[in-house]
């Protein structure tokens, strides 16, 4: 193990106790001490060889990504107004999702986004996100008067950057001519879409409506009630808003 990963460096065999994982290493301690160069001794580690390269991208391996589409079909269901609504457009033309492009005033129904447009509607430009990679959110909000026809309730769209890098790794195995376990191992620089849907619906009844009117009544009849109590009781000039409101007959 390198000597620049603290947990790998050592005295003697004692300081790598077998089957303990290097901390921020490449592998298992075999429990041997061994002579890295001149100066240093590190654990000697049983992993894979050569190690992880961490030498960083110039520039982006897929800049045609830009142009990629990527299609989001939602489908939301308001339970209590039995009212289901999906995001594509109903039509019978076979090509039309194929010539599409969402635009937010010109084509707002077509669920087929560019990459590069996401990447700009979120503040930043596809080039820079995609040298190391990044996360963009994407909300759609529903919003839906269920009083106005069906075609009325859209979804809107909004984009964000959640990180400006973004990366995994995967690996696969295989068995040479001289049946040795090897792997490639690959670390993917890419852009990650985050989508999350909310939405909220009404429509107007007639017995919620009225059950609010009734309260909206009740409430300033009550008003009233403590009004007059203030006045009338806790008041400093309640004498004088006694003899107003009320009229003595002798």
């Not at 009544?217 to 806790?234: H, K, M, P, Q």
Request: aromatic residues 14%; charged residues 20%; proline residues 5%.
């Amino acid at each position: 193990q390198s000597p620049s990963v603290l947990d790998a460096v050592c005295t003697e065999d004692a300081d790598c106790p077998v089957g303990n994982p290097v901390v921020r290493g490449n592998g298992i301690k075999t429990g041997k001490c061994v002579m890295f160069n001149t100066t240093h001794s590190t654990c000697e580690i049983y992993g894979w060889c050569p190690v992880e390269n961490n030498t960083l991208p110039r520039k982006p391996l897929l800049a045609e990504a830009a142009n990629f589409t990527l299609f989001i079909k939602n489908t939301i269901h308001f339970t209590k107004f039995n009212f289901s609504k999906c995001n594509t457009l109903q039509t019978n033309d076979p090509t039309y999702f194929k010539n599409c492009t969402y635009d937010p005033f010109f084509n707002p129904s077509c669920p087929v986004f560019r990459v590069r447009d996401m990447v700009e509607a979120a503040g930043e430009t596809f080039g820079d996100l995609a040298l190391l990679g990044g996360s963009i959110g994407v909300r759609i909000e529903w919003d839906c008067d269920l009083d106005h026809p069906a075609a009325q309730c859209q979804p809107q769209y909004s984009f964000s950057l959640q990180d400006r890098r973004y990366n995994f790794r995967t690996a696969s195995y295989y068995w040479d001519s001289q049946r040795r376990l090897c792997r490639n191992l690959l670390k993917l620089y890419g852009i990650r879409f985050d989508i999350s849907v909310h939405g909220q619906a009404g429509k107007f009844s007639i017995i919620p409506a009225a059950v609010s009117f009734g309260t909206g009544i009740a409430f300033f009849g009550a008003a009233t009630v403590v009004c007059d109590l203030v006045l009338l009781y806790l008041d400093a000039k309640a004498d004088f808003y006694w003899k107003e409101k009320f009229e003595e007959v002798r």
